[in-house]
């Protein structure tokens, strides 16, 4: 089993940043994919960031340019910095990881844009 856990959402003013961090416990593997979804009630969940075993990123087209996506092997982190945040980003932050066929999925952090 893996355990995801996300932190550091919040509530933020519009052009504020934010940094989330997902640790990740149990049955590691070495090699596997991150990522960063996000979901508002009543809509499906979306893909923010994912950023691959090689290092790789992708971003959807509303994120690119202000959310950059990270991992830190060592310490089996990843992390989702977020700025020039816009209240169309306020929804539920959910990191998962992909490893061995089988994808994990941590609690969700909420993450509200609103002066």
């Known amino acids: 089993q893996v355990q995801l856990v996300e932190s550091g959402g919040g509530l933020v003013q519009p052009g504020g940043s934010l940094r989330l961090s997902c640790s990740v416990s149990?049955?590691?593997?070495?090699?596997?994919?991150m990522g960063w979804y996000r979901q508002v009630p009543g809509k499906q969940r979306e893909l923010v960031a994912i950023i691959t075993n090689g290092g790789g990123t992708n971003y959807a087209a509303s994120v690119k340019g202000r959310f950059t996506i990270s991992r830190d092997n060592a310490q089996n982190t990843a992390h989702l910095q977020m700025n020039n945040l816009k209240p169309e980003d306020t929804a539920v932050y959910y990191c998962?990881?992909?490893?061995?066929?089988?994808?994990?999925w941590g609690q969700g952090t909420q993450v509200t844009v609103s002066s």
């Open positions: 998962t990881r992909w490893q061995l066929g089988h994808d994990y």
């Open positions: 149990g049955s590691i593997s070495s090699i596997y994919t």
